[in-house]
Structure formats: C-alpha cells, structure tokens
C-alpha cells in the first residue's frame, strides 16, 4: 500500500473522512442559506408589490373645522411618522378591509370641507416611504388614458362587425380604452384584399372551406352597377352557409365579461382611495370608464367617412304570389315599343304606313312611386318617405319551396362627408381631447391608493382592452368564412339609388331596406326599424319571415 493510499481516507486532523456527513452539512448549509436570501427577497418584494400602510378601521367622529384639538391623527390612522414604523407597515402582507376602511372614515357622514380636513390628517400621518408609495401608483394609473393607443390599429374588420353585428360592434368600442377601431379615411374601405389579416391576431389558416367572394365580370359596355347587382344574385344563388353564428353569442358573453372585469377594477380603486378634489365622491373611477366609453363609441360612429350608407339585409325567396297592387318599388323593365325602320314617313299614304318596315326598341317607363305622403319621388327619397304598405302573399301548400336560412348584407356607401357630419367629427375628437386630459389629472390627482391595487388595475384594465379586441376579430372572422357582405363605395346619391334599384330588380329575393321589406320588386311590408331586432342583433337576429305573411 502507498503512502497516498494510506492517508486518503484521513483528513488534516487524523479522523477518517466520511462522505455522507459531508454531503448532509452542505444540503443543511444550502438550505439555511436559501432561506434567508428568500426572507430577505420576499421582504422587498412585498415591499414593492403589496406593501401599504396598516390602517385600523377604527371609526371616525365627524370633526369640526373650529376645534383643532379634535384633528387627533390617532382617530384617523394609526400611522407613525417614525421612518423605521413607516418601513414595517409597508414590508407587512396587504390588508384590504383596513384599506377600504380607512378612505370609508374620511368621506362618510361629513360635508366636504370636513373631508378634506380629515384627508389632510391623514397625509400629514403618512410616512415619506409611504407617501412615496402612493405617488408612484398615481403615476403609473395615469397610463390608464393612453391605453386605447396601446391596444391597437384601427381596422376594416371591426367595422364589419359594427354592421354586421351593431351590438357586438358597440361593446368592442366600450372595450377600445377610447381607441378608434374603425378606418377614418374612404381608401381604408376600398382596398381589395384576397383576405383578411386579422392584424394577426386570428388564425387565418384552416381546414375548413370558406365561400369564395364572387368574382366581378366587367364585359363591354356593362356598367359596374350591373356588374355588382350579378354578383348579389349570385351570392343569393350560393347555397353554402347557413350556421347561425353560435360562436359569435359566445364573443359577445366574453365582452360583457371583461367588461365587467373593468367595472370591478374601477370599484377596487375607487373604495381605497380619494380624490382631494372630489374627497366625498367614491365612484370617480366608474365615471371616468364611462366618459371613455362614451367618447369611444361617439368618436367612432363618427369617424366613419360616409355619411350616407344604405343596408340592405338580401336572401333567397320562396315562390310566393303577391298581389299586383302592392307597391312597386323598383323601375319596370323596358317595354318593346315598335317604332317605324324610315325617319321620313311623312309623304308615305296613310293606307301603307301599316305595311312600313318597323323596327323593336325598348324604352324605359318612368316609374311614379307613390309614398305615404302620396307624392312621387325618387327610389331613396322614396324609402326615407315610406310606402303605406301591408298584406298577405301565397304560397303554395301543394308546391314545394325552399329559401334561404341565414341573410347576408349589402352595403352601399357614398363617399364625403356632410357639413353636420363634419362638425360631430370636430366635436368628437374635442370631448376625446377632453377626456384624456381630465383622466390624466384624475389619477394623478387621487390620494392612498395602495401600489398592488394599482398594478392589479392596470393589468385587468389593459388585458380588458387586448382581449376584447382580439374577441371582436375572432367574431369577425368567424361570420366572414360565408362571406355575409358586399361592400361598394360610390360617389353621388344618383349612383347608390341606380345601385340599390339594379338589386331591387333581381326576381326571387327578398331585400330588408329601410324598414321595407320587398320581394320581387313589391314591398310587401313595412316595419318599424328601431324596435327591428336586426336593427340590433344583425345577422344574428336571422331573416324576415315571409311565412307569417301568408294567406
């Protein structure tokens, strides 16, 4: 045996060396360690995250503003402005009752100056520590009035969702933070796209085969009206998709849920803290959501560039018959007239003119609409005006029938702006000016909010926002698979009335425009637009049932 050999089994001190005895003190040593670094880590963090100042919910006597003696910080908070005590309160675990106690005992029973005297108590008991706490949790909710230029882009397709669906498209813009979601220009609309992107928060990528938009066939001398009346009917013709948009029930569920998500955060903050401007108010925040949704959904609305916008809700009809003295609503088809084949007949004797040589043209018959108001107008001025029109069709029980189970939209837009739509867009983006500089001011104003509250709001608010926008595009395109609109922008009134009477021409459809409902040309009935469901609901309010109207 070696000498190496003979001493490795010993160490400095002559005791045999024992392997396990090691490895034990070194996992107790590791673990002794770990602890404390824990201990002291997890300190500071709930210093960072959750630690506010301990606050007795003690109750508090109303003081009066002559008696100095009975501003007794002890009955307010039972803060010390001892820097070593202002560290434990704040290094100590979140106590919400306490919290939401002590902002309770300022503003209750007492008028508003005597509030704010209570209010100033309690700050001149806060600790430098704390005080710094809250400052920078006023100055991080402060990010709350910039957050709908966070969430994202405005977007073609949650403009499809505000026609296609108007209740969904409402809760979206509640959800938008005051963001504008929808394109303000025209050339946001006209753009053609194979499909859409979804700002590549939707999968796009799928399986499933989706109805092809319809080719436009532009052939000579066919004017694009006509083009675009060939692809309505054959998109009414298309008898693929006909789902009834459950998944789209479930979007709006979920933005009614982060909706309410960000009425509770609102409550959270306001029950703990005050406003040393509004000391007795408690629901400053709920205010605040409020006047943003309502400046969302006002700057929105109003910054669609088109005034004028014509729906009309399309499918298929069954065979009906209607009575020949329903109103017609579109122009007659060109009657043949036949006219002589020589312009110079005049010297030809009256007994062979009958025998002339005559040639076929078609004229179109001046349509004389006949309202409410029983003068003649124009197929637009026409529908604004409203035909007196009710009645029954027949079917057929003998024949068989089918329709269209699911409607789908066209919409005619015409391009500008009107001089009172001008002004609603100023004053629009006035009142969001407004109510971006007054969040501001009231969140850097608001006094003892605690920074865990301040960072949980902000990440219920903020993912609020992120969600619903990713909801409204999940919805879109799910109702865009069956391709449920057709879209053109034209540039005059006479242009959008020559589109709308080209569709209204087409036989077997029934068109839902403007409270009327007709069917092959003859309005059939009318209806009152604003308690409409579709008015509401959209496409998820389905088609007019015409089995109601039959005799």
């Known amino acids: 045996m070696s000498l190496n050999e003979d001493f490795s089994s010993f160490d400095q001190h002559g005791e045999p060396f024992l392997f396990q005895q090691a490895l034990e003190n070194i996992v107790t040593d590791t673990i002794h360690r770990s602890e404390i670094i824990c201990r002291r880590l997890g300190s500071r963090l709930s210093f960072l995250l959750i630690g506010i100042p301990r606050a007795i919910a003690s109750p508090i006597d109303t003081l009066s503003l002559t008696n100095s003696a009975a501003l007794n910080i002890s009955t307010v908070a039972d803060n010390s402005t001892n820097p070593v005590e202002d560290v434990k309160l704040l290094t100590g675990a979140f106590d919400w009752k306490s919290w939401n106690q002590r ?25 430098p520590v704390d005080q710094a706490s809250t400052n920078a949790s006023s100055g991080a909710l402060t990010l709350l009035p910039t957050a709908g230029a966070l969430i994202g882009a405005p977007s073609k397709e949650l403009w499809m969702l505000y026609k296609l669906v ?11 933070l005051g963001g504008n979601i929808v394109p303000t220009e025209a050339s946001g609309y006209k753009k053609k796209v194979p499909r859409f992107s979804y700002m590549g928060l939707v999968r796009t990528r799928s399986n499933e085969v989706e109805i092809e938009e319809p080719e436009e066939v532009l052939e000579q001398e066919e004017s694009d009206s006509r083009v675009f009346a060939n692809m309505v009917e054959r998109r009414a013709k298309d008898l693929r998709g006909g789902q009834r948009f459950m998944r789209v029930w479930i979007g709006i569920i979920l933005q009614l849920f982060w909706i309410g998500v960000v009425m509770v955060a609102c409550w959270f903050i306001g029950s703990g803290s005050i406003l040393f401007w509004w000391c007795k108010g408690w629901g400053w925040m709920w205010l605040w959501y409020l006047t943003v949704a309502a400046s969302s959904i006002l700057e929105n609305m109003a910054g669609v560039p088109f005034t004028d916008q014509w729906t009309l809700r399309v499918s298929r009809a069954p065979k009906v018959r209607i009575s020949e003295d329903a109103p017609l609503v579109r122009q007659p088809k060109p009657t043949a007239v036949f006219w002589p084949a020589e312009d110079n007949l005049s010297d030809v004797p009256l007994d062979k003119l009958k025998n002339a040589p005559t040639v076929q043209v078609f004229e179109e018959v001046p349509l004389v609409r006949r309202t409410a108001s029983g003068r003649p107008t124009e197929i637009l001025d026409a ?4 035909f007196n029109c009710t009645g029954q069709v027949i079917r057929d029980s003998n024949e068989p029938w089918s329709s ?11 391009e500008g702006v009107s001089g009172p739509h001008a002004a609603l867009r100023v004053f629009s983006k006035a009142f969001a000016i407004g109510v971006f500089v007054t969040g501001t001011a009231i969140f850097a104003s608001a006094q003892l909010i605690a920074m865990s509250m301040a960072i949980a709001v902000l990440c219920l608010v903020l993912a609020a926002g992120v969600f619903g926008r990713v909801i409204a595009l999940w919805m879109v395109s799910e109702m865009m698979k069956t391709k449920p609109v057709l879209h053109r922008v034209v540039n005059s009134r006479a242009l959008a009335a020559e589109y709308i009477d080209r569709i209204l021409k087409i036989d077997g459809l029934v068109v839902d425009v403007m409270g009327h409902v007709i069917v092959n040309g003859r309005c059939i009935q ?14 998820l309010a389905g088609l007019f049932n015409i089995g109601k109207l039959t005799g």
């Open 166 to 176: 108007p209740i969904a498209g409402v809760l979206s813009m509640m959800l938008s």
């Open 383 to 386: 529908l604004r005006a409203g």
């Open 404 to 414: 269209s189970r699911v409607p789908f939209y066209v919409i005619i837009s015409q």
């Open 103 to 127: 902002a309770d005992g300022i503003r209750h029973h007492v008028d508003r100056a005597q509030c704010m005297v209570k209010l100033n108590a309690v700050l001149s008991a806060i600790g």
């Open 526 to 539: 009318r209806h009152n637009q604003i308690f409409s469901l579709a008015s509401w609901l959209g496409l």
